[in-house]
């Protein structure tokens, strides 16, 4: 059974949290990295996708979250940008570890931010059912 939309983003959250610190402590042209690089960027493009169709398509359309939405949208684009950075570096270059830790440090951040302020206005303006059938839809979407 799916939970709210919040507990649903927040799973997620903590994986992605999980995975840059995991990825961020290999080492060189690694199998290891190779496939937790995989399974990052595939987690936070479809986390971002189905974040954005099913919680921010619904905040923009409420005016005291509008510009919030917007701004969490932006940091989707910036974390893309980030990873096909990642992507035109060698894995046994020093560089990626340094640019896999500014992914990690932008990735925090939007969680952060998203979790401490945009959870709280949201909150003001979803009803309890729209909390749930977000939930469901997103988990649905993102777990199948």
Do not use: C
Request: aromatic letters at 6%; glycine letters at 2%.
């Amino acid at each position: 059974m799916a939970d709210n939309i919040y507990e649903e983003l927040r799973k997620d959250h903590e994986a992605q949290r999980t995975l840059l610190t995991e990825l961020t402590e290999t080492s060189g042209d690694s199998n290891e990295r190779q496939s937790l690089f995989d399974l990052l960027k595939k987690n936070l493009q479809d986390h971002a996708k189905f974040e954005e169709r099913f919680f921010y398509a619904e905040l923009m359309q409420e005016d005291m979250v509008m510009e919030k939405a917007r701004h969490s949208v932006h940091e989707h684009h910036e974390i893309d940008e980030q990873i096909e950075k990642l992507e035109s570096i060698e894995f046994s270059s020093p560089q990626w570890l340094v640019e896999a830790k500014n992914l990690q440090e932008l990735v925090e951040h939007h969680l952060k931010e998203e979790e401490q302020e945009t959870f709280q206005l949201s909150g003001k303006v979803l009803t309890d059912a729209q909390k749930k059938n977000l939930g469901q839809s997103y988990h649905k979407e993102m777990h199948t």
